[in-house]
């Protein structure tokens, strides 16, 4: 990747940004420097554990005291690494900018969990934020980043499928959709997240699972999807899968933003999260939920 052509607000960075964060010979190293980072938690965060043993972060906006909208924010991770911990900032400021109720859901991880282990965890998490007093059900966004992101959208299939609770809106932070990905792509210096972790991240996340059910990129039928908002850079390993799966959903006549930010690479928000090419991106998330989640009338 050519430092030329790395937006201007992520060009220092990009000198320092290691290419791929994991790999199989990598991830007991990720996952115990994770454990070393872990703080305790603030006195806003609400650390519940739900009956299924899913584990969910809470913030609940102040001053809100009648049933009001909420977002399920999903960490990523490449299926295979991460915390709800991780993003406690970011559902922080969501609550704090929008006065939402955010839940961030710690799923079971992979290669040890794989599909359906992890969206069955976020959609026990769903179901339970659903039921909140302070929550209106019908004014529930679902969202994350990465693999969060491709979380979030096979969990809009599955609520569809099932019925039960329905989203009102996805929004997807450069998702992790289609693990054709990984042989198709070019060959680039990308950050972050390489073909080769994306490979590791894929494989470990489907185990013996069909891709044309557990992948939503490959699912055949996307009619009945809640409305979407996609964010990518155009330097993110995942800008062609993403930018195809916003046609799609538009082609299936479901409402999808799309936002393409130049020179960005992946992650770049939460790895400059003060930057201002960030602090425009998650704006542009506020926006994007502040609109789908309005009260109706």
């Known amino acids: 990747m050519p430092n030329h052509d790395v937006h201007p607000d992520l060009r220092r960075i990009a000198r320092f940004a290691p290419r791929q964060l994991v790999v199989p010979r990598t991830l007991r190293l990720m996952r115990a420097l994770e454990g070393l980072s872990r703080r305790s938690s603030a006195s806003d965060v609400e650390v519940i554990t739900l009956g299924s043993g899913v584990g969910v972060r809470l913030f609940r906006p102040v001053g809100v ?4 909208a909420a977002l ?3 960490h990523g991770g490449g299926y295979v690494i991460g915390t709800a911990a991780q993003d406690d900032g970011l559902c922080r400021r969501f609550a704090s900018r ?30 339970w934020l659903a ?12 969202g994350g980043a990465s693999a969060g992101g491709g979380l979030a959208a096979t969990l809009a299939f599955l ?20 693990d054709r990905s990984s042989a198709t792509a070019p060959n680039r210096d990308y950050r972050l997240w390489s073909p080769r972790s994306n490979h590791f991240g894929w494989t470990a996340y489907l185990g013996d699972a069909d ?26 390993l995942f800008h062609d899968e993403d930018l195809a799966y916003a046609e799609r959903l538009q082609s299936a006549g ?15 928000d939460l790895f400059v999260p003060k930057a201002d090419v960030s602090q425009g991106f998650f704006n542009t998330q506020c926006g994007a939920l502040r609109g789908a989640l309005a009260p109706a009338g």
């Open 65 to 68: 005291t009648d049933p009001g």
């Open 72 to 74: 399920l924010w999903i």
């Open 98 to 127: 929008l006065g939402l109720t955010v839940a961030s859901v710690d799923y079971r991880l992979a290669p040890e969990h794989p599909y359906p282990a992890p969206v069955d965890d976020c959609y026990a998490a769903l179901t």
């Open 131 to 142: 039921g909140l007093p302070s929550v209106d059900p019908a004014r529930i966004a679902i």
């Open 159 to 178: 609520a569809r499928d099932r019925g039960e609770v329905t989203p009102a809106f996805q929004l997807l932070a450069y998702p992790m959709i289609d």
């Open 211 to 236: 891709p044309q059910v557990a992948v939503p990129a490959r699912r055949d039928d996307l009619s009945g999807l809640p409305p979407a908002w996609i964010g990518v850079g155009t330097h993110d």
């Open 254 to 268: 479901v409402p999808c933003q799309v936002d393409v930010i130049p020179g960005a690479f992946h992650g770049f």
